[in-house]
């Protein structure tokens, strides 16, 4: 819960049980996005263990003021029995952080992912009632995962042995039909490429550009798809989204002052610190 609406989430745990009661606190991920709010929720149930791995029990520490004897650290394929219920805790670092973890719930086959399989859209409340949405999934896979397709992968391997009827993660829509996002992050974290090429460029007084479409052109006579953006009026989102499985890259800038244009700097430090897969 991002900082300030801290209110609104504990009016929200109250309307659903009695938060004085609580005996555990679930932390998958430590990013104030998600878990900003776990100081209030500690203050209220004054007797709830936070439940995280142990590098997110440091966290917990450092940004949250969360007192040691307060924490239960859990590690891979740890469970907690909670009379009706039994979670399972399922170590995932690096997706995005050094702490991350996912939560699934066995009796109702429910995974909790956190950022992973995440949808930067507020549209849907499940996944069939959001259009566009693997693209939009898509779009916050480059944005986010793309730079840790290793351990994404090495993360659906862990989870592949779990008989998963929902997947419920942090951002966007709720998967009721999850085989649909596994899938695709199948693809994705293994780097699939297809005969797709992305063209982005910076062109000053138009010279560029030309030169950009003549290589457009080309490719495209050759059966290669392209997808073609101006830096100058192009969602940097849009960018990295065609990234995830594009086979090649031709950057496009005229030079300013013996350099790069600024523009063009920026974008290509973007390509390299995100990892796309490009050949
Ligand atoms: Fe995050
Ligand atoms: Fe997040």
Partial sequence: MNPGFEGELLDKLHSLTDTE???YVIMNHAEPDHANAIKAVMDVSSEAKL???RKGARMAQVFYKIPEQRLAIVKDGDTLELGDRTLRFIEAPWL???ETMFTYVEENK???????????TAAGFYDDEVENLIHVAEKYFGEIMMPF???????LERISGLDIGMIAPSHGPIYRNPERIL???RIWTAGETREKAILVHASMWGATEKMVKAMAETLMSEGIQVSYFNLL?????????????????VPGTPTVL?????LAVYATHLVKILKPPLR
Avoid at 110 to 120: E, K, N, R, S, W
Avoid at 149 to 155: F, H, I, T, V
Avoid at 233 to 249: F, K, Y
């Fill in 233 to 249: 009026n192009s969602g940097i989102g849009d960018i990295t989204r065609q990234l995830v499985d594009s086979r090649a890259i």
């Fill in 258 to 262: 013996g350099e790069l244009r600024p």
């Fill in 110 to 120: 429910v995974l909790f992912p956190c950022d992973y399989f995440g949808a930067h």
């Fill in 149 to 155: 397709k290793r351990k994404g992968a090495q993360a």
């Fill in 51 to 53: 439940v995280t791995t």
């Fill in 96 to 98: 995005h952080w050094p």
């Fill in 183 to 185: 899938d695709m992050y």
């Fill in 21 to 23: 009661v609580l005996d």
